[in-house]
C-alpha cells in the first residue's frame, strides 16, 4: 500500500517465490540500477524481472554473471557495522539469550538481561544510554555489542485530521514511510515491509517507483517503536493496531514480517489480533501465516472478483490466480477465529461496473471477509479517477444486500499527502 510521497499504493503486495524469503523473482515490478531486492537463494540470472542488466552497476563495474543482488546491496550499504547484534531483529527468547551471555561475559547478573528487555518493549528505548538503572559500565558494554537505533525520523507531517506521516531514513539512505491513523479510541499504525515493491501493480505509484530492497525484521518492529513514542509524546496515546500496509508487499518478506510479528506480539505485548498483514496474493505466505499458532488477520487485496481484470491490475495474478488464492484463505480460515477483510479500490469504469458487486459478495460470502471500499487515489501516471460516490454506495448496497459487510472509507491524511488507497481503508470512518 504504498504512500504518495515515496508513491502512492494501493494494496498489499504479493511476492512471487514459492519458498523461501521471497523476493520478487518473476514480479512485474522494476528494479532500481545497483538495487537488488532480498538476498534469496537464486542468483542473479534467475531473475525474470524487467531489470535491464547492462545498466545495472556494482560499484563502479558492470553487473556481471555470478554477482549477485546482494553484493548490489551491500556495497550500497554505508554503514553495516557487522559486528553489532542488531537487538531489534531478534525475537523476544533469542534476544533474551544474548543478552544473558553477554551479562554472564561480564560478570554481571542475569536479572540485567530482563531490565534490557523492559526498557526496549515497555519503555521503547531506543539508546542504551536511556537505561539509567545499568551502571554506566555496562551501558557502555550493551553499546559496544548490540545495536538498537534502526532509523530515524526525516520528516513528520500531521494532516489536519490528525492523521501523521513519518518519513523513516535507514541507515543506508533508503526511505521509507509510516502512517499514524487516530479515529476515536483507535490508533492504528501502518507499517512498510519493503523499500519500494517490486510488483507492479498498475493503480499503485509504490510499484511503479521499483523495488530497493528488503527491510529487516528490525527495521520494521522500529517503526512502531518510533511512532509509538512520537504517539506518547504527542498526546496521541498507545498505538492499538498495527496494518502492514505500508511500502511493499510483506509476504514477499516473510524472512523479517513473520519474526517482526513475533516481536510485536510476544515483545512488545500487541494482540495478534490487533495486528492485519495485507498481501495482494502471495499464496505460499497465506499458507504459512494460517500455520502459525497466533491468531494474526490478514487483508487481501482484491480489487477484482475475477481474473482477467485482476490480472490487469495485480500482475501477480497470473503468477496466482485468484482460484489458488481463494484455496489458501479458505485454508487460512479454517485456522480458527481468524478474521479476512477484502480491500477493493474503485475505479472508475475500470472495476466499479455493478455486474461485479454479486461475485465479489460470492468471494467474500464463502470466507465470512468483511469488504472495505476505497475510492481510488489518483496517481500522476494513470488517467484514472476515484468512482463516483454514488456508484460507490450503490456497489456496496449491492453487497449488502447479499448479506456482505462493506464499509466505504474515507481518505485521511490528504493535506499531507498520507493517502493512499489502502491508508485510507484504515481511516475506520465508515461514510455511510
Ligand atoms: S505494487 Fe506493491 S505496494 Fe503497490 S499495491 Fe502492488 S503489492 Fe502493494
Given at each position: 500500500m504504498g504512500y504518495s510521497m515515496l508513491g502512492e499504493r494501493v494494496g498489499g503486495g504479493g511476492g512471487p517465490r514459492s519458498t523461501g524469503n521471497d523476493s520478487p523473482a518473476r514480479g512485474p515490478g522494476r528494479l532500481r540500477g545497483g538495487a537488488g531486492p532480498e538476498p534469496g537463494p537464486e542468483p542473479f540470472p534467475t531473475f525474470r524481472s524487467k531489470v535491464n542488466v547492462a545498466k545495472l552497476t556494482l560499484g563502479n563495474r558492470p553487473f556481471?554473471?555470478?554477482?549477485?543482488?546482494?553484493d548490489g546491496m551491500e556495497k550500497r550499504t554505508r554503514n553495516p557495522e557487522p559486528q553489532r547484534t542488531h537487538a531489534l531483529d531478534l525475537e523476544p527468547p533469542r534476544l533474551r539469550e544474548e543478552l544473558s551471555r553477554h551479562f554472564r561475559s561480564r560478570h554481571q547478573p542475569d536479572y540485567r538481561a530482563d531490565q534490557v528487555l523492559r526498557w526496549i518493549y515497555e519503555s521503547m528505548?531506543?539508546?542504551?544510554?536511556?537505561?539509567?538503572n545499568l551502571p554506566l559500565a555496562e551501558r557502555e558494554a550493551l553499546d559496544e555489542t548490540f545495536h538498537l537505533q534502526e532509523l530515524r525520523a526525516a520528516r513528520t507531517s500531521r494532516a489536519r485530521d490528525g492523521t501523521v506521516k513519518h518519513?523513516?531514513?535507514l541507515e543506508d539512505g533508503q526511505l521509507v514511510e509510516s502512517v499514524l491513523i487516530p479515529s476515536g479510541s483507535r490508533l492504528t499504525l501502518c507499517i512498510s515491509s519493503q523499500a519500494g515493491c517490486a510488483m507492479g501493480c498498475t493503480f499503485c505509484a509504490t510499484g511503479w517507483a521499483g523495488f530497493d530492497r528488503q527491510l529487516r525484521a528490525g527495521e520494521i518492529v522500529a517503526q512502531y517503536r518510533e511512532a509509538s513514542r512520537w504517539a506518547r509524546e504527542n498526546d496521541y496515546g498507545a498505538v492499538s493496531n498495527v496494518v502492514y500496509m505500508g511500502m511493499g508487499e510483506p509476504l514477499a518478506n516473510r524472512k523479517a514480517v513473520f519474526?517482526?510479528?513475533?516481536i510485536l506480539n510476544q515483545g512488545f505485548g500487541l494482540g495478534a489480533r490487533k495486528i492485519t498483514v495485507s498481501t495482494v496474493g502471495v499464496v505460499p505466505g497465506i499458507l504459512e501465516l494460517a500455520r502459525r499458532p497466533e491468531q494474526f488477520e490478514l487483508a487481501l487485496s482484491l480489487h477484482a472478483p475475477g481474473s482477467p481484470l485482476r490480472r490487469e491490475l495485480i500482475p501477480l495474478e497470473k503468477r496466482y490466480p485468484l482460484s489458488e488464492v481463494m484455496d489458501a484463505l479458505r485454508t487460512f480460515a479454517e485456522a480458527g477465529g481468524r478474521r479476512i477483510t477484502f480491500e477493493y479500490t474503485m475505479i472508475d469504469g475500470v472495476n466499479d461496473a455493478l455486474e461485479l458487486a454479486p461475485k465479489v459478495a460470492?468471494?467474500?460470502g464463502e470466507l465470512r471477509a468483511f469488504v472495505n471500499l476505497i475510492p481510488f487515489n489518483p496517481i500522476p501516471y494513470?488517467?484514472?479517477r476515484p468512482s463516483p460516490r454514488p456508484r460507490i454506495q450503490a456497489f456496496r448496497k449491492a453487497l449488502e444486500d447479499r448479506g456482505i459487510t462493506a464499509m466505504v472509507r474515507e481518505p485521511r491524511g490528504r493535506d499531507i499527502e498520507a493517502a493512499c488507497g489502502q491508508l485510507r481503508a484504515?481511516?475506520?470512518t465508515p461514510t455511510g
Open positions: 556481471k554473471q555470478g554477482d549477485t543482488l546482494t528505548a531506543v539508546s542504551f544510554q536511556e537505561m539509567t518519513l523513516w531514513e519474526p517482526s510479528l513475533t460470492e468471494l467474500a494513470r488517467d484514472w484504515l481511516a475506520e
